[in-house]
């Protein structure tokens, strides 16, 4: 049974750290990335990482502040996130990839499976 459980979420101040994990069990994936929803907006891409090789990709409004890493071995997705602003509030979603075959990292259908989701709350 496959399943994906993030956790690290919370309230902060902006200029903050958070550090968010995800546990991914059940398979092998291909890339796992994470996603985020504001309020009345829709889900929109953060970051995402390849299993082999760990290539990464970033959203131009997270680079330089966020960092995405797995640990194989735990097989567990991490998002490391620095200098915090209001603007990053949002439900972050962990999402993972089994097909193994090029594809479009920040489009959501190209994930097979989802997290529940975890809230960060960047407070001004």
């Known amino acids: 049974q496959v399943q994906l459980v993030e956790s690290g979420g919370g309230l902060v101040q902006a200029g903050g750290s958070l550090r968010l994990s995800c546990a991914a069990s059940?398979?092998?994936?291909?890339?796992m990335g994470w996603f985020r929803q504001a309020p009345g907006k829709e889900r929109e891409f953060v970051a995402a990482i390849t299993w082999i090789g760990g290539s990464t990709f970033y959203a131009d409004s997270v680079k330089v502040r966020f960092t995405v890493s797995r640990d194989n071995a735990k097989n567990t997705l991490y998002l490391q996130m620095n200098s915090l602003k209001p603007a990053d509030t949002g439900e972050y979603y962990c999402a993972a990839r089994s097909r193994a075959k090029t594809f479009v990292v920040l489009t959501s259908s190209e994930y097979d499976y989802w997290g529940q989701g975890t809230q960060v709350t960047v407070s001004a």
């Open positions: 059940g398979r092998t994936w291909y890339a």
